[in-house]
């Protein structure tokens, strides 16, 4: 056995020395290394242990001839991809067709031209090296798109032209719920997917059978564990025949689509509200104006009823007692509009922000005649228990007012909506160590939806209301190192307390 340089094997099996020999010449310094063998056992063992490229071998040799020995090669794993070219005088077409039949490549006539062995021999181990690297490129090819397949977001279905599943990828299982095991083989209708909506079906079935194009931008897909799972779809037919599905997770899209209709609508909403709120600050500078106007007819009217009173002078006793009684009660009449003027005046002026030692029964006095008219309007009472021995507060006066004017107001307005006539109690007391204030009122009481969101901005279970009195009143107090709380009035209506530090200098 003589070895030539180069990397393929090549076994010469024969069990004529002297053609053993010829061939061993014909193939010597062609670059392969050579082996030989005499019988089909040897051929074989040779084989198996050499992993010879390609084998010459002759078909009648005594014992196990050529053709049982290419049968063996073939069936054992081992040996089954080694070329196998017959060598034989046998040129019958029977025999050749046999020696194909059973895994030879090529079929050499003896007696045989060394130049069409070493031509064929090339041919052949070229032919295989190309088949093997063709192999390895394929599956180097199938692992890279497996790769691809797993990593991509996307669940992709390969289907074949029958609509069963030929292939899918790891997100497609993960998606669906359905394992590789169980999905591979199955008609992809059977899997149910989206039970119930018989027009995706119809695209679906379409797709299998026929090839058409489907993309559905959002469908509710029934994993196999029987939850919901929101997706998009898109299925083409692949040029090679059947069709690809792919799936696609977009929960998590829609919530944030929601998030970002619900952020719009509040958006719009609070954008509203601010148009109010704009409207009704303008408003209030308007009543200032008014007031400022208004105010200078006024005076002029008490003014002019005082000149009138210094003419009466000279009317006779009698008619003059009742011009006098009627200049009074002008004088008066006009006093009072012109004091809820300049109080209305100096409320709706902007807080300065300047904080004062402040006497919460005064206060609270001064809030009351403030509310005097829509004490009428609302034919409700307000009635007020001043503690005897409040301390006082530290704090921003018309701030405070605001606070109390809207609890009180609120509570003449429910008062009246419920159609009671007993008045709002306004009192103050002191409580663990805080100056408090509460108002009571035996009106409807707290809606079960506003208690829920109380101070909270914007809600409201008035119609034109804004809902931003409690809210503002709630950062108000905290503003002072106070709190703001609500009980329900066990007699029906609402209770809302307010608590402040006392003043630093009165503790
Ligand atoms: P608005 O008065 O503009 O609605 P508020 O913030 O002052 O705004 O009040 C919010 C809501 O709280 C009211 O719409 C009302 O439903 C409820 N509320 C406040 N005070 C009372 C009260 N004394 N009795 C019943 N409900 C009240």
Excluded at 143 to 167: H, K
Excluded at 238 to 253: K, M, N, Y
Excluded at 336 to 356: D, E, F, L, N
Excluded at 429 to 444: I, T
Aim: net charge negative.
């Amino acid at each position: 056995m003589t070895r030539d340089q180069g990397g393929e094997q090549i076994l010469l099996v024969d069990d004529n020395p002297t053609n053993l020999q010829v061939l061993f010449k014909t193939l010597e310094g062609s670059g392969y290394r050579l082996l030989a063998a005499r019988d089909g056992e040897a051929a074989l063992y040779t084989a198996k242990r050499a992993k010879p490229s390609l084998i010459l071998l002759d078909v009648m040799m005594p014992g196990m001839d050529g053709f049982e020995v290419c049968e063996r090669l073939k069936a054992d794993p081992d040996t089954a991809d080694i070329v196998v070219i017959f060598l034989s005088a046998l040129t019958d077409s029977q025999s050749k067709v046999h020696g194909l039949a059973i895994g030879g490549v090529d079929y050499i006539a003896k007696p045989f031209q060394a130049d069409e062995v070493l031509a064929r021999v090339r041919t052949h181990i070229k032919l295989q090296r190309l088949e093997r690297a063709l192999a390895r490129r394929n599956t180097e090819l199938e692992d890279e798109n497996q790769r691809i397949l797993n990593a991509v977001e996307e669940g992709i279905f390969g289907l074949d032209a029958e609509g069963r599943v030929s292939s899918m990828n790891a997100r497609a299982a993960e998606l669906t719920g359905w394992p590789q095991a169980d999905a591979l083989g199955e008609p992809l209708l059977g899997l149910d997917l989206f039970p119930g909506d018989d027009g995706l079906n119809q695209s679906l079935s379409l797709l299998c059978e026929a090839g058409v194009s489907l993309r559905k931008n959002h469908a509710e897909m029934t994993r196999r564990d029987g939850k919901p799972l929101q997706v998009a779809l898109s299925g083409s037919a692949r040029s090679e025949g059947g069709a690809v599905l792919v799936l696609r997770d977009i929960s998590e899209w829609l919530a944030n689509q929601r998030a970002l209709e619900q952020a719009r609508n509040e958006m719009d909403q609070q954008r509203q509200h601010l148009a109010h709120i704009e409207r009704l600050s303008t408003g209030g500078e308007m009543a200032a104006g008014i007031a400022h106007e208004v105010n200078q007819p006024l005076t002029a009217v008490t003014n002019y009823a005082r000149v009138a009173h210094r003419l009466l002078a000279d009317l006779p006793e009698e008619k003059r007692a009742k011009l006098d009684d009627v200049l009074n009660k002008i004088g008066v009449q006009a006093e009072r509009a012109s004091a809820v003027i300049q109080r209305m005046r100096s409320y709706v002026k902007k807080p300065s922000g300047a904080k004062s030692v402040i006497n919460l029964n005064v206060l609270l006095k001064e809030v009351l005649a403030l509310a005097e008219v829509d004490s009428k309007v609302n034919r409700t009472r307000v009635v007020l228990q001043a503690a005897g021995d409040l301390s006082s507060i530290y704090g921003d006066e018309v701030q405070i007012q605001q606070v109390a004017l809207n609890l009180i107001r609120n509570a003449m307005e429910s008062t009246a909506a419920a159609g009671s006539h007993r008045p709002v109690e306004v009192s103050t007391f002191p409580a663990g160590g805080h100056v408090c204030f509460r108002v009571r009122d035996f009106g409807l009481g707290l809606a079960r939806e506003v208690e829920e969101q109380l101070f909270s901005p914007f809600v409201t279970s008035k119609e034109g209301g804004m809902g931003i009195g409690l809210s503002v009143s709630q950062s108000i107090m905290q503003g002072h190192g106070g709190d703001i709380r609500y009980e329900a009035n066990p007699d029906g209506g609402a209770v809302f307390i307010c608590e402040f530090p006392p003043c630093v200098a009165d503790v």
